[in-house]
């Protein structure tokens, strides 16, 4: 009598299984920094805009870390700038919000939604002013960003340059230039509360004093 005997599990990969393997290796390799890697992956045709659990990008995982020439790299290939994340990051407005400057003028260059939104209802300039970021507040001002507008909490670029600082040399570079745009200095909180009231309230008096100089009340 023949003696049934188990059969082993085949370990050949499937197709999924090689290409998820691939792409998780050009995710890693892009937040790593290793650009002749993410080159190589490219090669062999692992998709540029492939994504991990929360929706990041190579680009994305790039940009959190600054890896400039990978996001190079990945941006010749057709990454796509925009491509947003579980939590409403794009590669530009994460390069917004974390001064990565370089990265900024990439996605700028390349097809950057000035007007798209993070979580928050906010462009990318709304939290570059907050986070004292003045030479990426150049560039998205330059580039025609709205200064004007308004995210959910009901504040503009102006207002988190004062709501959320100190009031010290960054963030008076950064209300001088957004003076200089023709930001709307009297657009006020949801609250009714101006920007040049908060600036006396917080006893910021240079900002105040910018402001009232520019006609502000």
């Not at 990454?79 to 994460?94: F, G, K, P, T």
């Not at 330059?142 to 960054?170: C, F, M, Y």
């Not at 402001?211 to 502000?216: K, S, Y």
């Amino acid at each position: 009598m023949d003696i049934p005997t188990e059969q082993a599990e085949p370990t050949i990969q499937t197709e999924d299984v090689r290409s998820r393997a691939a792409a998780d290796a050009l995710l890693k390799a892009a937040g790593s920094g290793r650009d002749s890697e993410v080159a190589a992956l490219l090669a062999r045709g692992v998709p540029v805009d492939v994504t991990d659990a929360q929706g990041n990008t190579p680009l994305l995982l790039a940009t959190a870390q600054d890896r400039l020439a990978v996001a190079r790299l990945l941006v010749a290939a057709g990454a796509d700038v925009n491509r947003q994340n579980r939590i409403h990051d794009s590669a530009y407005l994460l390069a917004g919000a974390e001064g990565r400057l370089g990265i900024l003028q990439l996605t700028l260059a390349h097809g950057a939604d000035l007007r798209s939104t993070n979580r928050y209802g906010g462009t990318a300039l709304i939290p570059a002013c907050e986070r004292g970021h003045v030479d990426v507040v150049a560039a998205l001002l330059k580039a025609g960003v709205d200064p004007d507008h308004v995210n959910k909490l009901g504040w503009t670029g102006l207002l988190e340059a004062i709501l959320l600082s100190d009031g010290g040399p960054r963030h008076q570079a950064i209300v001088k230039q957004l003076i200089e745009a023709g930001a709307n200095l009297n657009l006020a909180d949801h609250d009714g509360v101006t920007p040049l009231q908060h600036a006396r309230q917080r006893n910021q008096t240079t900002i105040a004093r910018m402001l009232e100089a520019a006609g502000a009340h």
